[in-house]
């Protein structure tokens, strides 16, 4: 199986490499929820009260500890269930791919062989929420890390640093897609590694949403 990229494209820190690794190393849900994603989804909303209550840093600045701890509350809670939502559509877009590819299979080479023309035995591939959840939860990582910027005072740092890290997140996410998604061919798993990096970038762009839904309300009146 290989992943799907040109020849010439460079192995950005060989990210691309990564979905066959989850593939030879099957963590429980479970387990990555519990000692990986709960602990780095703590970072963000730590990091965001030290800099609201430590430095002046541009908006964090204005708010009051009570709403630093509201709006970092909504924020761990969205993380956590962002990333069973993001592995839920890759187990089902990837089951979804794989019957409608098997189901052109079958149609184009009627009646179906067991043993297609390569030698290589034709099986439907099922794509496991274990291995979903391990992409959902090892994408973000840049993103949780980088909120560990905020120690420096500086927006401008901050914010740089920020859209590297989501720059790297989606890259994880749209690098290891074909492989977690069992695609052989190159054109296919191009398109699926850009529909989850769609889906990713919606994903972010949802959460930002409910947090800045979340800093109206606590600044508002109604909260005070």
Known sequence: MQL????HQPHLFSFTHMGHWMHGHHFPTVTMFLFYVLPLSVIAPLMFYYAGT???????????PNQLSMIGMVFFTAELIMTFVLAGFIEWLGNATSKIVHTQYEMLNYPTPKITSAG????????????????????????????????VPSFTFVATLGVIALALSLYIL?????????????????????????AGMVGWALMMY??????????????M
Do not use: C
């Open 120 to 151: 290589v035995e034709h099986t439907h591939h099922k794509v496991d929420f274990r291995d979903a959840y391990t992409l959902a939860a090892i994408a973000p990582t840049p993103l949780w890390l980088v909120s560990l910027a905020l120690f």
């Open 54 to 64: 430590h430095h002046n840093i541009v908006i964090l600045s204005d708010l009051d």
């Open 174 to 198: 749209y690098s290891a897609a074909p492989s977690i998604l069992k695609i052989e061919g190159q054109g296919e798993g191009a398109l699926m590694g850009w529909v989850l990096l769609s």
């Open 4 to 7: 799907a990229h040109s020849p």
């Open 210 to 223: 409910l947090t800045l839904i979340t800093w109206a309300y606590t600044t508002s009146g109604a909260y």
